[in-house]
T-cell receptor
Framework: ETGVTQTPRHLVMGMTNKKSLKCEQHLGHNAMYWYKQSAKKPLELMFVYSLEERVENNSVPSRFSPECPNSSHLFLHLHTLQPEDSALYLC?????????????FGPGTRLTVT | AQSVSQHNHHVILSEAASLELGCNYSYGGTVNLFWYVQYPGQHLQLLLKYFSGDPLVKGIKGFEAEFIKSKFSFNLRKPSVQWSDTAEYFCAVNSGTYKYIFGTGTRLKVLA
């Protein structure tokens, strides 16, 4: 059983909608990540939070807005998305001071933008 | 910029065949190396990792990988695959920062 949960698992939204993805980790980690997984592409790192502070924003369009209210929760707020934003969005967590340690991933949210 | 290359995008093997999946990275400094596996319908999970010591590392389910620094490689191997190894395999590199760089993945299909 994964220690990282994500909701919803599937989301279909129109280009004018606003929705949020939620991630929660139960592992006591202090770094959390959002990735975009598209077919035939490497996982794309979107955002990184360490100790609730954003430390990486990998040139992501402003229609994606992250929020990390505490070390266990991470949100990705979505608005006015484009069809090319359809993908699997993965959340991960790790220990921020131990990069030799692996990341733990959630099951992902399959997003379809119509 | 750092990058990870996985040369085999799709691999099809029969059960009991040997497996080797290639992974090369571009970074000259100290690296931490990972192989993740994603079984159908499941989340990404760690297969094995290397960060120091013996360059031959063993992971779960009989997998192993060898870090060859001179070749910037971290190839994944398994002597005899099973149908249950059907999955997508991702190589990843971390150079001691928040940036874990992933390859494009290799889809393995094992025929029973």
């Amino acid at each position: 059983e994964t220690g990282v949960t994500q909701t919803p698992r599937h989301l279909v939204m129109g280009m004018t909608n606003k929705k949020s993805l939620k991630c929660e980790q139960h592992l006591g980690h202090n770094a959390m990540y959002w990735y975009k997984q598209s077919a035939k592409k490497p996982l794309e790192l979107m955002f990184v939070y360490s100790l609730e502070e954003r430390v990486e924003n990998n040139s992501v369009p402003s229609r994606f807005s992250p929020e990390c209210p505490n070390s266990s929760h991470l949100f990705l707020h979505l608005h006015t998305l484009q069809p090319e934003d359809s993908a699997l969005y993965l959340c991960a967590s790790s220990q921020s001071d131990r990069f030799s340690y692996e990341q733990y991933f959630g099951p992902g949210t399959r997003l379809t933008v119509t | 910029a750092q990058s990870v290359s996985q040369h085999n995008h799709h691999v099809i093997l029969s059960e009991a065949a040997s497996l080797e999946l290639g992974c090369n990275y571009s970074y000259g400094g100290t690296v931490n190396l990972f192989w993740y596996v994603q079984y159908p319908g499941q989340h990404l999970q760690l297969l094995l990792k290397y960060f120091s010591g013996d360059p031959l590392v063993k992971g779960i389910k009989g997998f192993e990988a060898e870090f060859i620094k001179s070749k910037f490689s971290f190839n994944l191997r398994k002597p005899s695959v099973q149908w249950s190894d059907t999955a997508e395999y991702f190589c990843a590199v971390n150079s001691g920062t928040y940036k874990y760089i992933f390859g494009t993945g290799t889809r393995l299909k094992v025929l029973a």
